[in-house]
């Protein structure tokens, strides 16, 4: 996700699905670079730190309720 704009625009259930498809797309990358190395390994922070932004989101969401 390039817009941080973009995630506090989904919905609550949308959130929760694209968190679970980001963490199976981050747990296979990890796999893959124990196996043989990424050639970007700062596509694995960047998955990471999205996941952590949408979850931030989710739960500001969940307190506002």
Known sequence: MK?????SALSTQELIEKI???KA???K???NHAISPVEKPSVIRVNRRNIARML????????AK
């Not at 817009?3 to 995630?7: H, L, S």
């Not at 931030?56 to 307190?63: D, F, H, I, P, R």
């Open 29 to 31: 990358m990890t796999l």
């Open 3 to 7: 817009n941080k704009d973009n995630i």
């Open 20 to 22: 679970k498809e980001e």
């Open 56 to 63: 931030t989101v989710l739960n500001k969401s969940n307190k």
């Open 25 to 27: 797309g981050l747990n």
